[in-house]
């Protein structure tokens, strides 16, 4: 095995670790604390019903509320760390549930374009293209200035594309590599490790004020070369 290949095969299977640990995680903050926290929620609120003293009974409701902020940040940090839906029922799916909690939560203007044909594509696939679309919107939201953004999923007898899309603020590319490099940007790090593992190719078109297009190729078929389009 060369060395290129010998370290591609060693990154894949350190983050295929990592999404094991996440998915591990995020079953035990549901199955363990979720449900403590849910005991709890019923015990307050059945105390809450035999209280008398108005006092108590607002001591009990300030504890109710904080319980179930909790509980609900539980939930969003397991559904964060791996959403069983992309396990359950594939990529398409997890991307249409990712964008809709990303318009209920912040309001912004998101679509979602998909011509694949399969139903299910490689684990390490589908993993790749969720958490590129994740750090992706995560960046378009809270960094970009956009009012839209579109993300579209195409399949090709060889390949996969994922493009992202939004009409925000855009960034200067090659300072931004650069700072990558130097370990200052793991954003675009990141992405560029994951999809090198899965021997595809990256792209991030941008300039600032003109918004931001990034294409991922990454094939699902047998191929000679890879060739962003």
């Not at 079953?27 to 035999?50: P, S, W």
């Not at 139903?119 to 969720?130: G, H, I, N, S």
Request: aromatic residues 6%.
């Amino acid at each position: 095995m060369s060395e290129t290949r010998e370290s591609q095969a060693i990154s894949r299977r350190l983050l295929e670790m990592l999404e094991n640990e996440r998915h591990r995680i995020a079953r035990e903050l549901h199955d363990e604390i979720g449900q403590a926290l849910t005991a709890v929620k019923i015990d307050l609120e059945m105390a809450g019903t035999i209280a008398d003293l108005p006092k108590l009974r607002a001591h009990l409701a300030e504890s109710l509320s904080i319980v179930n902020r909790a509980l609900q940040q539980v939930r969003n940090l397991s559904l964060d760390l791996r959403p069983s839906i992309l396990d359950d029922l594939g990529l398409v799916a997890a991307i249409q549930w990712y964008l809709a909690r990303i318009r209920t939560r912040s309001g912004f203007s998101i679509h979602f374009r998909q011509e694949t044909f399969r139903p299910r594509f490689e684990r390490d696939v589908e993993t790749t293209c969720f958490r590129l679309v994740q750090e992706a919107t995560t960046n378009i939201v809270r960094h970009a200035q956009a009012t839209e953004a579109v993300i579209e999923l195409t399949e090709t007898d060889k390949w996969l594309w994922l493009d992202i899309r939004d009409n925000g603020n855009g960034f200067n590319v090659d300072a931004v590599l650069q700072r990558a490099a130097q370990g200052e940007s793991f954003g675009i790090l990141g992405m560029k490790e994951r999809v090198d593992i899965v021997q595809g190719r990256i792209r991030f078109d941008a300039r600032p004020g003109a918004g931001t297009t990034i294409r991922v190729q990454i094939p699902i078929g047998p191929v000679d070369e890879v060739t962003i389009r």
